[in-house]
């Protein structure tokens, strides 16, 4: 296997995709850390970090400038369109290459073809989404002369692994099409569909579904809103876009400190000060647990019918 | 049994959607010939080979080949057994030399040992030039040479061709044809699958006509002939300057002589056994001027004909 994987690392580093991905991400990047350099100011005063209460270092990562918006949202754009960009062909280029016979009339595993793509596919994942950290905690630190503190970059590496996880998962769900459907533009195709699906018409499709099943009027009842609004939530965290910016937030914005409904009888007894690290993920821990579990079960749904299905060319 | 078997099966059956692809296949290659597998599109030839491969589970009945079960030890057959699959396809993004590579990396090549072995085989099928040219610039000829270069490179015991010759030009063809008769005496036996007749016949020693999943027909080509077109019969024509009425009557009373024909100045004698000397005694006994006269040697496609005109 570890050949495939060596392999297979060759061929993304090497690709014209890969260089294509990677410039989107430094531009992204770019982008982010100018928003940062706009944004950062005056969203730290807004959340009091100046006054030594809060986090300085990860507001770069989540403050947006005038028109340019945060780092964060470029990430969460841009991390499925990777995960899909490396695994959308995966299987079925092998195939109407002619190379997949050839590949398993040698003496690997059948498996070992899936595994060594799917891991080669993590660590390119991983390469770039960490460098992208890495760049802009550079530069942020040149520019903003704040050092992270030892919580922040626990913060940002749980961060780092929670959009490992969830490039995995698209690409787990690429590699799942491209096991599927023969052609390749068909795999590819039917992986943004469903990106687009989760990523813009969820969020209008969860309140149109809410508003149906709990109608609300200007008389409703404050138990009759917060029903509404919950249902609105539970609909939209079937989209895993929104888990992962829900998870995000709390981790990077540790002052958010509930994702549920909050009234305003409730707010205004809040105190506004960041909440520990061991809360934060407490509250994203369904989220983690969720995005790790879709992975696998992409993974492993691909994986079953790479292994049963037939190998002849045609 | 003295003689080795690179491949047997015993009632090998696979089924697609219902359809019985291969039906209860029975037969046997030896070590160190070159076995064709013949038979229209669709007769189950590739599935065969997947079979034998391990690639696809056979629906019942078993396949032996070199020893193991391909069902069940599959990676212990795909070390011994080099596959060139119709459609070869190589990574067109990588040299011939990293595609070889790659295959002798699957295959646990010793490190030291791969650069030397790619040279070997690159050397072996003429392409030693286009070693680091990008595969996607290869031609169809190039490629196929290619396909048996990287079928060799882990010096298997059994070498499974799925028609190689298929987009040959005649030139590529005679120097592929030319490889696959030399690898017998490498200690390597080949299984070549194709419906090209004129190529099996050249490289073959035994073959096995496949038509609709069975095998109609299998032995060396001559044994084939006689089987096939005269009933274990032989045919042998006598060409005569004046054939005359009285000698067709004396071939006819010949003992084993079955039936006689004239077409013009030829005489066709179909006969159980080889009776040219009496033939000849009789002709020249009649005073006829002898031409020429010989035993008819089948084609393959006399064989392979007279089995598909039969459905």
Known sequence: MVAIVRKELADYFTSIRFFVLFLLVLLASAAGLYAAYQGVRSALLETGAVTGRGFVFLTLFTSSGEVIPALIFFIAIFVPIIGIALGFDAINSERSGGTLSRLLSQPVYRDSVINGKFLAGIVTLAVMVTTTVLLVSGYGLRMIGVPPTAEEIIRLFIYLVLTIVYGAFWMGLAILFSVVFRRIAASLLVSIAIWLFFAFFMSMIAPALANAVVPVSDTSTEAVLIQNAELQQTLSRISPNVLFDEATTVLLSPVVRSLGIITYSQAIYMIPNPVSLGQSLLLIWPHLSILVSLSVVCFAISYVLFMRQEIRAT | MTEELAIETQDLTKNYDGVTVVDHLNFHVRENEVFGLLGPNGAGKTTTILMLLGLTEPASGMARVCGFNPTREPLKVKRIVGYLPEEVGFYDNLTARENLKFIAELNNVDKAEIERRIDEV????????????????????????????????????????DEPTSGLDPKGINQLLDLIANLPKMGTTVLLSSHQLYQVQRVCHNIGILSKGRMVIEGSIAELGRQALAGGRYLIEVETAEPKAELIDVLKKIKGVEKVETEGNLIKISTDSDLRSQISKAVVDSNAPLVQMKVHEFSLDDIYMKYFKEE
């Open chain 2, 122 to 161: 690159l050397e072996m099928v003429d392409l030693s030039d286009e070693k680091n040219v990008a595969t996607g610039k290869f031609s169809r000829g190039m490629r196929q040479r290619l396909g048996i270069a990287d079928v060799l490179i882990k010096q298997p015991k059994l070498i499974i061709l």
